[in-house]
């Protein structure tokens, strides 16, 4: 590609172009005041019916005791115990998977790139259901998970460079052939596993989940999303560099191969962090990038940011379907596929109607 994503032409570029700069000036604001309100409205909904004051109260609790509490107990353990935990997860998860996947998009010039399909997620995947099997928890876990994300990524890496290029199309390719192996490897170990015990626990945990997530699950999945999430942004600028082409960028100064490396490792480590604590949870960073390019343009100065948030709210919404949408509640893999296909579906028709990935 030769062009940046920013400056690609295509019909209609200009009146989009003015769309995108009014939007930018209120966006991150609206989206901001958006998830907040996500978040109050998560934290009343569920088998127990509460309302905002109530909840609020039951917060306040915990710093100023309330005189005459007008809740049950048993109400104030679902909504500190049960709810606002699983409500921080989601909204750390949907937030690193987005600007994860935005960030690879604009690394290898790809629409097509995100964890999942560079191998990570199912590198990561391996990691975690070998830690279950060996009966591992926690950071042990977490650090089996990213220790076979990275190998993931070396292998991808190593079979798509020829003589110091990588080619986008083989990398899409190499990473099809290391998902099939780490999903080749995830089989073998579902096969050694105890059928009563650990198959299960495995076969649920795969689905992706975050039904039982517990404020030390949150704080492994920030340990691993919030740094790796602002050493990305940090390298929000060499990213629109590196969308020029590596040429281009290598003229202009940028270490080209310290900023892959930083932020496939950054990407490797939030994978992990997401896998190590609710299973694998596709779709999110392939399609969300695009919903935000779509609004502020391919500057991921801007991009990046508002990925993040929108990917939060929607993992929010789709967390809250998962849980209420019937009496048992539905794994969050199941619902991102369901809802991911027919939008990237459409995405994808968009690119090809209007010019293809360099005209976004």
């Not at 109260?57 to 049960?82: G, K, T, Y």
């Not at 495995?202 to 999945?221: E, F, K, R």
């Not at 500057?299 to 998962?322: C, E, F, Q, T």
Request: glycine content about 8%.
């Amino acid at each position: 590609m030769s062009k940046s994503l920013a400056e690609a032409p295509f019909p209609g570029h200009e009146k989009r172009g003015t769309w995108r700069r009014l939007a930018t000036v209120s966006v991150l604001p609206v989206l901001l005041i958006l998830l907040v309100l996500a978040i109050l409205y998560s934290v009343t909904i569920g088998r127990y019916n509460l309302s905002v004051h109530e909840v609020a109260l039951i917060l306040i609790d915990n710093i100023q005791p309330v005189a005459q509490p007008s809740w049950e107990p048993v109400e104030a353990v679902v909504v500190e115990q049960v709810r606002l935990p699983r409500i921080i997860a989601a909204v750390i998860i949907g937030f690193g998977l987005s600007i994860s996947g935005a960030s690879l998009q604009g690394l290898f010039r790809n629409p097509l790139v995100d964890p999942g399909i560079i191998g990570v997620t199912s590198g990561a995947g391996f990691g975690g259901t070998l830690a279950i099997l060996l009966g591992m928890q926690g950071y042990t876990k977490l650090s089996t998970a990213f220790l076979f994300g990275l190998c993931s990524i070396f292998l991808v890496k190593f079979l798509s460079t020829v003589r110091g290029r990588t080619s986008m199309l083989t990398l899409v390719l190499a990473g099809v052939v290391i998902s099939a192996f780490f999903s080749a490897a995830i089989s073998i170990a579902k096969l050694l596993a105890d059928p009563f015990q650990k198959l299960p626990a495995i076969t649920y945990w795969l689905m992706g989940s975050i039904a039982s997530t517990s404020y030390s699950d949150v704080l492994l999945i920030a340990v691993a999303v919030v740094p790796a999430s602002i050493a990305i942004y940090l390298l929000r600028f060499q990213i629109n560099l590196m969308s020029l082409g590596e040429e281009k960028a290598r003229a202009l100064g940028t270490r080209v191969v310290l900023v892959q490396w930083i932020i496939l490792l950054a990407s490797a480590l939030i994978s992990a962090g997401v896998v190590a604590t609710s299973g694998i949870i596709g779709w999110v960073g392939l399609v969300i990038p695009h919903v935000a390019r779509a609004i502020v343009g391919a500057d991921h100065k801007r991009l990046l940011p508002v990925s993040g948030i929108i990917g939060a709210i929607y993992l929010l919404m789709v967390d809250n379907l998962s849980r209420t949408l019937t009496t048992s509640e539905i794994p969050l893999g199941i619902i991102t596929a369901l809802v991911g296909v027919p939008v990237f579906a459409i995405i994808l028709r968009r690119l090809h109607t209007v010019g293809g990935w360099s005209s976004d």
